[in-house]
């Protein structure tokens, strides 16, 4: 009798535990402007969405691999993560020692930082252009691109949901939000 207690308070205190992390991960997931999960989607229509459908890891981090579906004839794959300082990171498999920084979200209104850091044709200045504590724009200027540079580009994160696009369905860590 005092084995069989034993073993249900040590299953008991097991389920506790394991409770207490995944609501401390879905918490985090709260408080990310870009929640990456495996099944999360950002889906404008059957052409056109992108999904988390797997994770790699690239020099030994993870990263989750975004699939994503371009006028129902386009691909796009990228890997991303968000690192210890709070940036979003871009890497690929085949390129492991190139990284670009696609957003600091610990950065504040009108700081700037380099994607590449290269100075060449796909390094962009960034600024941070609007910040709340729900949204985050980031201006996105090739400045070393002959024919483009002064043609920024905006992209807009919302707190726990990602990209702010004309989404017509997201699903986020289980949760579908339908517009």
Known sequence: MIKIFKFLSIVLM????LCCQSNKEQHVAADSFLPMQIGNLWY?????????QDTVRINKKLFYKFYSLVGGDAVN???LRIDEQNKLI???PDSPLKTYIRADF???IG??????????????EVTVVQKSDTEMTFSFDPIYHPNLKGHPS???YIKGKGWAENFKK???NGIVYQN
């Open 14 to 17: 097991s389920l506790f535990i």
């Open 44 to 52: 404008m229509n059957a052409q056109s969405y992108t999904e988390i």
């Open 77 to 79: 794959i990228i890997y």
């Open 90 to 92: 871009e890497g690929y």
């Open 106 to 108: 610990n950065a504040k």
């Open 111 to 124: 700081d700037k930082f380099f994607t590449t850091g290269k100075k060449d044709e796909n390094d962009n």
């Open 154 to 156: 905006l992209v807009k």
């Open 170 to 172: 997201l699903k986020i």
